[in-house]
């Protein structure tokens, strides 16, 4: 920035158009990430197949997902991050293609599969490139992305509530998803993000030692526990209150709402930490205070009581991911991006153990006891 406080044209395409791009891609994401629930009845009855079938889609979103995280940051390191950003809001845009012709299983599988990878890309790698650009402040960019990935996890589904039942076709609102994908790679194009020096390109040997190493390790473990966590509250809680707490059915499908408002309230104000904070102390008492939240549950004696306890966890839940994240870029500044992607790989991996976790241990416990 110059004295005069205007920023120069170098400044303008390195930092600020990257950062926008980074949260850009976070919103769109959550976008993507959401649709498919949201729309699920009417796309079901439209496809000819039942809403378990095609529910099933999710599974594949996220394996998709899972695959595409854990070897964008290995391409990006390689080839530079905006090759592979590129790709992804490619993926996305024929993944919306395909949604909007789709006449069948086969069809949706495939832009399923598309918008899965697309989004492990832009997961991983938004994260990737906020903590290079900000290394001073990656609590803050951290928490702060995590926001706008929360604000399109409720955009998604209020959208799709308020247009479906006034005769909006469903197909429209993937085909919008694709076409911000579009908008987001035009922006990109602008933007000068981090290439690697070629000596690096071959230096992927230097990788695995990091991989191995057990902090590494640690942090992949507390990301994927943190994801389980949240993925089988943010799924199950409107059952759980609905079926085993009594409460009314347009309160139980409101604290899925809910929770992820309070995740975005405690998302800003973590986004307030002090960078010289310690990680590992943040982490503990953030884990131990969503631990405890949820423990809780199994004294509530009211849905109201139960409802307040999930909207808890999810306010101390807020910060774990983000601070995860940018423990992990902190400590492995030379491969960040391939890090990043792994480990958010794995924290994927708590999407698709959450379901059947959850329903196996209610064949054993009553739900109230699962939760």
Same mark, same amino acid.
């Given at each position: 920035?110059?004295?005069?406080?205007?920023?120069?044209?170098?400044?303008?395409?390195?930092?600020?158009?990257?950062?926008?791009?980074?949260?850009?891609?976070?919103?769109?994401?959550?976008?993507?990430?959401?649709?498919?629930?949201?729309?699920?009845? %009417? /796309?079901?009855?439209?496809?000819?197949?039942?809403?378990?079938?095609?529910?099933?889609?999710?599974?594949?979103?996220?394996?998709?997902?899972?695959?595409?995280?854990?070897? =964008?940051?290995?391409?990006?390191?390689?080839?530079?991050?905006?090759?592979?950003?590129?790709?992804? &809001?490619?993926?996305?845009?024929?993944?919306?293609?395909?949604?909007?012709?789709?006449?069948?299983?086969?069809?949706? &599988?495939?832009?399923?599969?598309?918008?899965?990878?697309? $989004?492990?890309?832009?997961?991983?790698?938004?994260?990737?490139?906020? &903590?290079?650009?900000?290394?001073?402040?990656?609590?803050?960019?951290?928490?702060? =992305?995590?926001?706008?990935?929360?604000?399109?996890?409720?955009?998604?589904?209020?959208? /799709?509530?308020?247009?479906?039942?006034?005769?909006?076709?469903?197909?429209?609102?993937?085909?919008?998803?694709?076409? !911000?994908?579009?908008?987001?790679?035009?922006?990109?194009?602008?933007?000068?993000?981090?290439?690697?020096?070629?000596?690096?390109?071959?230096?992927?040997?230097?990788?695995?030692?990091?991989? %191995?190493?057990?902090?590494?390790?640690?942090?992949?473990?507390?990301?994927?526990?943190?994801?389980?966590?949240?993925?089988?509250?943010?799924?199950?809680?409107?059952?759980?209150?609905? %079926?085993? &707490?009594?409460?009314?059915?347009?309160?139980?499908?409101?604290?899925?709402?809910?929770?992820?408002?309070?995740?975005?309230?405690?998302?800003?104000?973590?986004?307030?930490?002090?960078? %010289?904070?310690?990680?590992?102390?943040?982490?503990?008492?953030?884990?131990?205070?969503? $631990?405890?939240?949820? !423990?809780?549950?199994?004294?509530?004696?009211?849905?109201?009581?139960?409802?307040?306890?999930? !909207?808890?966890?999810?306010?101390?839940?807020? $910060?774990?991911?983000?601070?995860?994240?940018?423990?992990?870029?902190?400590? /492995?500044?030379?491969?960040?991006?391939?890090?990043?992607?792994?480990?958010?790989?794995?924290?994927?991996?708590?999407?698709?153990?959450?379901?059947?976790?959850?329903?196996?241990?209610?064949?054993?416990?009553?739900?109230?006891?699962?939760?």
């Amino acid at each position: 920035m110059n004295r005069g406080g205007s920023r120069t044209p170098g400044e303008v395409t390195q930092v600020i158009l990257p950062a926008v791009g980074a949260f850009l891609a976070l919103l769109i994401f959550a976008l993507s990430a959401n649709m498919l629930p949201a729309a699920l009845l %009417r /796309a079901s009855s439209d496809l000819g197949v039942s809403p378990q079938a095609l529910a099933f889609l999710f599974s594949i979103q996220f394996a998709a997902f899972f695959l595409s995280a854990a070897v =964008s940051g290995v391409i990006a390191d390689r080839w530079g991050m905006k090759r592979i950003f590129l790709a992804a &809001c490619a993926m996305l845009a024929v993944g919306a293609g395909i949604w909007a012709m789709a006449r069948g299983m086969p069809h949706a &599988c495939a832009a399923a599969a598309l918008w899965g990878g697309g $989004g492990g890309v832009f997961e991983s790698m938004s994260a990737a490139l906020l &903590c290079e650009r900000f290394p001073s402040r990656r609590k803050f960019f951290m928490n702060a =992305s995590q926001a706008f990935y929360t604000v399109g996890a409720i955009a998604g589904p209020w959208i /799709a509530g308020w247009r479906l039942p006034r005769g909006m076709d469903w197909r429209l609102l993937f085909l919008g998803v694709g076409l !911000a994908g579009l908008g987001l790679g035009a922006l990109l194009l602008a933007c000068r993000l981090p290439a690697p020096p070629p000596r690096d390109r071959l230096a992927l040997r230097q990788l695995l030692p990091e991989a %191995r190493a057990p902090g590494f390790l640690f942090c992949c473990a507390a990301l994927f526990l943190y994801v389980l966590a949240e993925s089988a509250v943010a799924m199950f809680a409107n059952l759980y209150l609905k %079926r085993d &707490c009594g409460a009314p059915e347009n309160w139980a499908i409101y604290s899925v709402a809910i929770f992820w408002g309070t995740m975005m309230a405690g998302r800003a104000l973590c986004a307030l930490l002090p960078e %010289r904070a310690s990680y590992e102390k943040s982490l503990g008492a953030i884990l131990g205070l969503s $631990g405890i939240a949820l !423990a809780l549950q199994g004294l509530a004696n009211s849905w109201p009581a139960s409802l307040a306890l999930f !909207a808890l966890a999810g306010f101390v839940f807020s $910060g774990s991911w983000p601070l995860i994240v940018a423990l992990i870029s902190s400590r /492995a500044p030379r491969h960040g991006a391939s890090l990043v992607g792994l480990a958010v790989a794995v924290g994927a991996l708590g999407c698709v153990a959450a379901p059947p976790l959850i329903n196996a241990l209610t064949l054993l416990f009553p739900l109230r006891t699962a939760l």
